[in-house]
């Protein structure tokens, strides 16, 4: 199976943008989480998506938001960005009834 | 507060050598762990995980140790190789019910030396 994908893998924004970041999680996978990785927080868990409803949320700002689409698919966005959101963004997809995530190879966001 | 903990943020091991890598935590809910490895520029690999009614769990040349009463959490590697060399992090899932949210740890940076 292939794995979790990405796209795009390099972006670079300045601040006041918006940007937008998709994920194609492992075929049959439908849960998908979103995590922020930075020097400085480490790994930080966004929000999960599960047949398009997001299930669960972590502690970020509204301005990060994301859907997930019949296909599993799911994508996320920043609005309003700050330098401080550049940061590498890692997507992670589970099958259902388990807990393993396996994790695609992120998207690094980089805000000028 | 409630976070998950490295020991050391650097190893270094010779090559062949055995590597342990340590992992406090401090919710006591958690009931399920994974060990993964991150090389640079590539996403977090999935190396092994154990459930909190396991104390021990074994892969290849990888074991995790789960110590509930320190809240302790280990990773093993046997006869370290060059290709070893990342960053390891733990995580629990706190989740409950079906949602999933993965908690990590700080990481360690892992040197295999020739």
């Known amino acids: 199976k292939a794995g979790v994908t990405q796209t795009p893998r390099y972006l670079i924004k300045t601040r006041g943008q918006q940007v937008t970041l998709s994920c194609s999680p492992i075929?049959?996978?439908?849960?998908v989480s979103w995590y922020q990785q930075t020097p400085g927080q480490g790994l930080q868990f966004l929000f999960e998506?599960?047949?398009?409803?997001?299930?669960n949320k972590g502690n970020f700002p509204g301005r990060f938001s994301g859907r997930q689409f019949s296909n599993s698919r799911s994508e996320m966005n920043v609005s309003t960005l700050e330098l401080g959101d550049s940061a590498l963004y890692l997507c992670?997809?589970?099958?259902?009834?388990?807990?393993?995530?396996?994790f695609g190879p992120g998207t690094r966001l980089l805000v000028l | 507060g409630e976070n998950v903990g490295l020991h050391l943020p650097t190893l270094s091991v010779q090559e062949g050598d055995n590597s342990i890598i340590n992992c406090a935590y401090s919710?006591?809910?958690?009931?399920?762990f994974i060990w993964y490895k991150q090389e640079s520029g590539k996403g977090p690999q999935f190396i092994i995980d154990?459930?909190?009614?396991?104390d021990k769990r074994q892969g290849q040349r990888v074991t995790v140790l789960l110590n509930k009463t320190v809240k302790h959490l280990s990773l093993q590697i046997a006869a370290t190789q060059p290709g070893d060399s990342a960053v390891y992090f733990c995580?629990?899932?706190?989740?409950?019910?079906?949602?999933?949210?993965?908690?990590f740890g700080s990481g360690t940076q892992l040197t295999v030396l020739p």
């Open positions: 992670a997809s589970a099958p259902s009834g388990q807990e393993t995530q396996y």
């Open positions: 075929s049959g996978h439908r849960s």
């Open positions: 998506y599960f047949s398009e409803t997001q299930r």
């Open positions: 919710n006591s809910a958690s009931d399920y």
């Open positions: 154990i459930r909190s009614n396991m």
């Open positions: 995580a629990e899932n706190r989740s409950s019910g079906s949602a999933r949210q993965l908690t």
